[in-house]
């Protein structure tokens, strides 16, 4: 009897490896994203460099077990000689903390720590994102550009190999040399392929405007940063060429630069008519609201001298914008509360129907990312967060 | 692999093979396969080829391979229990580890053919396997992949608890049969001769049923259990919850003998590769190799190569008649062994063919040993507000008998279903037989949820902590723990 054979050249067509590894990344983002609230604000993502890794321990991507209590057991490791009564073996991780990559078969942890880089995170970040109502306006179309995988090919790399057409490929040529069955010769691989698909982007500008007067704290300040970092890093990716107009306001409001916009605040008092007004002057001067998308937000404590003049410049904005919206980020007594402060409040009666106008609570930040899903969904409708 | 490369490869293995075959191991035909590192860990990470698709393997694939990328971890070898016995070797591995891994292969071929807890394992599971995945794949198509995905994740969050003492034999009773079983109220065991049984006992009348219960028994096969008795099944999920049960029964054995395995595998390959005529350079290639794979464990873990193979080479030592004066040699219970000489092979035969992890362990893991592999029992403390694990014993007898501890019924709590109909109300209750060990109740809360989607009426879990008995309850949405 033949005691051994040898083969050195395996035909790998079965590699479902590949597909069950993209099923378990994939199940990964969709944890990540489940958890994004409390993800995106954190300070050193934002803070982050371009490229950085960014590790987010996922709990949830192992199959429960029934187990004993691995805190409560005793249990027999093996040393390189001479260990002794009462060594110490090294920390036990506290609950709540990743233990890198082999967590599991570790004592008492289950985390899975997913790294991603900022680019991967913000892409999650903004896949369910886009700017609302957006219309066809205007003729300085802006193209956008993205791969589709829509094509087959003969050659292509392994990855790529689309199995069903090949063995459908195969068949079809077994069958013409007239002996029907599964053999899988090269000639027979299909590959999947991608082309660049152009597609028209619509003029779109958005105002991005800021409370800076005495009354924002820290708190206030960094929530304002923090949504206003996702809105940019957003709109940069899905709307290269949308234009972006920064303005701060405390009794008076300026047009300013990105950087001076993310610098620390003012003092003084609270008139955020004047960035309504500061806004309807640039868009009387350079937006065309029958040639621009038009959206315009605003961050505010809600503490303000004369709201309804607010409402009233709200309600010609609405008239010519595509959506409105205004963030409210709760400080003292009305963190606690269920109502808005009374700028909040003068909005909340003025534009109860009105689909336009997307009002939003922030708590604290882990609301940042509920803030910009209600703003940059596809059909806002009145909002409010927690 | 070039041509040439091919040729020498062949001709090292048939040496390698007539080597082992002189030194009495008895193998299948291996058939031998080269391929690339992704196949490997493609076959490391779902522990049969062509198995079902499942997004836990894929992400033991991920971790596995991006350790070999990184350098932190290497499969040289993977070799599966079936006739002809199937071997792959990594493509990039050098010839001299090539030859290292076929010796080593040979040692699990003979294992796999010879020990005892292998007698009833499917040969030809390779095919079943691929059977299974076929049919899974069928039903994806049918009901939808995330659906089939949702019942695997129910199941396999529950695959270890069938009964861990079948044999390929078994067939579970219906209740009609337990119930026959139950009246006629002996230990006679059920063979085909059993109505004689009746005739020469005469016609006496059975005793009446004692109330409802089922099943009668507690029943430690909790996935045939749920197989035929969960109510709301359909079809498919039944025979989903039967293939997954097909393929735990079959990796038993090489759960229940992982570090004789390896043990024996490491013994072989020193070996044979020992006597093998190398180059100078090929010898220190072996010898580092060598020392890579039998390095002591973790710290927090024992490393069943070393541990295995060392206990072999002490086997033989002692059976040879060169026991170490210095240390005392006792047997299991506590007896002075009787110096045997010259039977060392013959002893290491003997028992690969007759132990298994626990007895190998228990009869030849001795104090000797215990303090040359540096073994201890360690624990969680608390010292000055800082959780850090510390040794707590090196005694060898508490370090083996913790060992011990620690491997029975795998390591994985003892469960069993006490009644299908609780509280009246078709609800399912399950029983932990506790021995000291509590169970982590986080864990336990979301597998009970699993079960419940497998039941789908409420499940409870009795266990105990402290010497208090505990009632965890999941009705899907909820989870409840009360102390009775």
């Known amino acids: ?386 | 692999m070039t041509h040439a490369e091919r040729e020498y490869l062949e001709k090292w293995i048939d040496i390698i093979t007539e080597a082992a075959a002189g030194y009495g191991l008895d193998c299948y035909p291996t058939h031998f396969e080269v391929v690339p590192d992704y196949v490997i860990y493609e076959l490391g990470s779902y522990s049969l080829p062509a198995r079902f698709s499942h997004w836990t393997f894929g992400r033991d694939y991920h971790r596995q391979k991006t350790s070999y990328e990184y350098g932190m971890s290497k499969i040289y070898e993977i070799v599966f229990n079936t006739d002809p016995c199937q071997a792959f070797l990594m493509d990039s591995n050098s010839m001299l580890s090539h030859k290292f891994v076929v010796a080593h292969v040979l040692g699990h071929n003979d294992f796999f053919k010879n020990n005892v807890y292998f007698e009833h394992t499917d040969r030809r599971m390779i095919e079943k396997v691929r059977l299974h995945s076929n049919r899974i794949h069928k039903y994806e198509e049918e009901f939808g992949p995330l659906v089939v995905e949702e019942f695997l994740d129910s199941v396999l969050s529950i695959e270890e608890h069938f009964d861990t003492g079948l044999t390929a034999q078994f067939r579970r009773k219906t209740p009609e049969e337990y119930e026959a079983d139950r009246l006629r109220g002996d230990q006679k065991p059920a063979t085909e001769y059993d109505d004689l049984w009746d005739i020469a006992e005469g016609d006496d009348p059975p005793e009446p049923p004692k109330g409802r219960k089922f099943p009668p028994e507690p029943e430690k096969d909790l996935l045939g259990f749920l197989r035929d008795y969960a109510p709301e099944l359909e079809k498919w999920q039944r025979d989903i919850i039967n293939m997954i049960r097909e393929e735990m029964i079959y990796f038993i054995p090489q759960m229940r003998t992982k570090i004789m395995n390896e043990g024996w595998a490491s013994f072989w390959h020193e070996r044979i590769m020992t006597n093998l005529e190398l180059t100078p350079e090929e010898h220190i290639e072996f010898r580092k190799l060598h020392s890579s794979v039998l390095s002591p464990g973790s710290k927090m873990s024992i490393n069943p190569y070393y541990v295995g193979y060392n206990i072999f080479r002490d086997i033989e030592r002692r059976w040879n008649g060169e026991g170490d004066p210095e240390l005392p040699e006792e047997d299991w219970r506590g007896e002075r062994l009787q110096r045997p000489t010259g039977e060392g092979m013959k002893k290491i035969f003997d028992v690969r063919r007759d132990e298994a992890d626990t007895s190998f362990l228990r009869k030849y893991l001795t104090q000797g040993l215990i303090k040359q592999l540096d073994m201890y029992t360690y624990k969680k403390e608390e010292v000055n507000g800082e959780d850090l694990w510390v040794v707590q014993d090196t005694d060898w007898r508490k370090v083996r008998d913790s060992l011990l501890e620690g491997m029975t019924n795998f390591g994985i709590p003892m469960i069993y279903v006490e009644d299908a109909d609780y509280d009246r109300h078709g609800e399912l209750l399950l029983v932990h037989a506790y021995d000291g060990k509590p169970l982590d109740a986080d864990y336990t809360a979301r597998t009970l949820k699993y079960i419940h989607s497998l039941w789908k009426r409420p499940v409870h879990l009795q266990t105990q902590r402290d010497d208090q008995t505990i009632h965890f309850r999941h009705d899907g949405e909820t989870f409840t723990e009360t102390e009775l």
């Open chain 1, 1 to 386: 009897m033949q005691r051994f054979s040898l083969s050195t050249d395996t035909c790998d067509l079965h590699r479902r490896a590949e597909r069950d590894r993209k099923r378990h990344n994939d199940k990964v983002k969709e944890i990540i994203k489940e958890n994004l609230g409390g993800i995106i604000s954190q300070q050193d993502i934002i803070t982050a460099d371009k490229g950085k890794i960014v590790k987010i321990p996922v709990r949830g991507l192992e199959l429960p077990r029934i187990r004993f209590d691995n805190d409560e057991r005793e249990r027999v490791g093996q040393g390189g000689g001479g260990t002794k009564q009462g060594d110490v073996l090294g920390r036990a991780p506290q609950e709540g903390e990743g233990a890198g990559k082999q967590a599991g078969q570790e004592a008492g942890v289950d985390f899975y720590e997913a790294e991603l880089t900022l680019e991967e995170l913000t892409d999650l970040v903004f896949e369910d994102l886009h700017l609302p109502n957006l219309e066809d306006r205007g003729v300085k179309q802006i193209m956008s550009e993205h791969a589709e995988f829509n094509s087959i090919t003969k050659r292509g790399i392994a990855s790529n190999l689309d199995r069903k057409r090949t063995l459908l490929e195969a068949y079809k040529r077994n069958a013409r040399e007239g002996k029907p069955g599964w053999n899988i010769k090269n000639e027979d691989r299909r590959y999947k392929s991608w082309e660049v698909v152009t597609e028209p982007q619509r003029n779109a500008v958005i105002f991005a405007m800021r409370d800076v007067s005495g009354s924002m704290g820290e708190f206030e300040a960094y929530i304002c940063r923090s949504f206003y970092f996702w809105m940019l890093r957003f709109l940069r990716k899905k709307y290269s060429n949308a234009e972006i107009v920064f303005i701060t306001c405390h009794t008076e409001a300026k047009e300013v630069d990105e950087h001076s916009f993310f610098a620390l605040g003012d003092s003084g008092g609270t008139r955020m008519s004047e960035a309504y007004r500061l806004a309807m002057h640039i868009i009387e001067q350079r937006y065309n609201p029958r040639e621009w998308n038009i959206y315009p937000f605003l961050f505010s404590d809600g503490y303000n001298w004369g709201d309804s003049e607010c409402v009233d410049l709200m309600r010609s904005l609405v008239d010519i914008c595509n959506l409105v919206g205004y963030g409210e980020i709760a400080n003292d007594i009305w963190s606690q509360s269920p109502h808005f402060a009374p700028l909040g409040q003068a909005y909340e009666e003025a534009f109860a129907d009105e689909k336009r106008v997307c009002l939003v609570k922030i708590n604290n930040k882990e609301d940042v990312w509920p803030a910009l899903k209600a703003f940059f969904s596809k059909h806002p409708e009145l909002q409010e967060v927690s």
